[in-house]
């Protein structure tokens, strides 16, 4: 049973450059999150995805924007990128029928690095 | 506006040592509390969940209380092992299915 895999792993883009990530939630999860974690803070939820539409947004600005494939599977947009948007990007998966009652499932994540 | 803190933010322990982590939130209307334990440069690994009509729940060497009226929430790992050293993470799940996290507290067990 596959977990929630995450790709690539690693990115280095300079400023000004745009970036997509990609996220395959776990098998039988239909809901996808995106969080952003800073060297030593936790997560900053960014926004959820259900049914190929956001639900939910955290306080990130339009450069952010996401999408979700009929397969479940997710991917992450970040426009003119910045210094500041250099951390680890986790996705977490859940079903969204059991959200309140069981946990969510996170990939390893990728580090992105701006130069 | 909900926030998520973590005391201590670091902790070395010796190894065999009984440890608590503690975690507040200041806005009770939560759907429930989850721990998570992160290994360097890792995603988060799931080791709780408490939901909001819960006041704990145990597993293994772990168990995690929940208080909505005074917003805390304990872990506390009993006999701590080398192998327990990571990153503990507590958050909270928001009416709107949002999650907020706390800065986690960092965990050094010596052998």
């Known amino acids: 049973d596959a977990g929630v895999t995450q790709s690539p792993t690693h990115l280095i883009k300079t400023r000004g450059q745009q970036v997509t990530l990609r996220c395959s939630p776990k098998s039988g999860h239909d809901t996808v999150s995106w969080y952003q974690q800073a060297l030593g803070q936790g997560p900053q939820f960014i926004f959820q995805?259900?049914?190929?539409?956001?639900?939910q947004r955290g306080n990130f600005p339009d450069r952010f924007s996401g999408h979700q494939f009929p397969n479940y599977s997710s991917e992450l947009n970040v426009n003119a990128l910045l210094l500041g948007d250099s951390a680890l990007y986790l996705c977490?998966?859940?079903?969204?029928?059991?959200?309140?009652?069981?946990?969510?499932?996170f990939g390893d994540g990728t580090r992105l690095s701006i130069l | 506006k909900q926030e998520v803190t973590q005391i201590p933010a670091a902790l070395s322990v010796p190894e065999g040592e009984n440890l608590v982590l503690n975690c507040s939130f200041t806005d009770s209307a939560i759907y429930n509390l989850q721990w998570f334990r992160q290994d360097p440069g890792k995603g988060l690994t799931s080791l709780l969940l408490i939901q909001s009509s819960q006041r704990e729940q145990t597993s293994g060497r772990l168990n995690a209380s929940l208080d909505k009226s005074s917003g805390r929430s304990t872990l506390y790992i009993a006999a701590s092992q080398p192998g327990d050293s990571a990153t503990y993470l507590c958050?909270?799940?928001?009416?709107?299915?949002?999650?907020?996290f706390g800065a986690g507290t960092r965990l050094f067990v010596k052998a």
């Open positions: 958050a909270v799940l928001l009416g709107g299915f949002k999650t907020i």
């Open positions: 995805y259900y049914e190929e539409e956001e639900r």
């Open positions: 977490a998966s859940s079903l969204w029928g059991a959200i309140s009652n069981q946990p969510q499932h």
